[in-house]
């Protein structure tokens, strides 16, 4: 059963809220995890913009880890 939209796009603000709190290399490979999850999930439901959303919130972390 899937989550609701309205539950999905929660969680997606939530964890852009976490990113910016991600200190240690397993908080960011933790959060990166979880994203990748939650962009699973908007593929499945067909929601392309907020899994678009999520992809570019996973590649933003990632360039702040490569500084």
Do not use: C, N
Not at 12 to 22: F, G, N, P, S
Not at 42 to 57: M, T, V
Request: net charge negative.
């Amino acid at each position: 059963m899937h989550a609701p939209l309205s539950l999905l796009k929660q969680m997606l603000k939530e964890h852009q809220i976490d990113t910016e709190k991600a200190v240690t290399f397993e908080e960011y490979i933790a959060m990166r995890l979880k994203l990748q999850e939650l962009m699973g999930k908007f593929a499945s439901i067909g929601e392309w913009d907020l899994y678009q959303k999520a992809a570019d919130l996973m590649m933003h972390i990632g360039i702040q880890w490569m500084k």
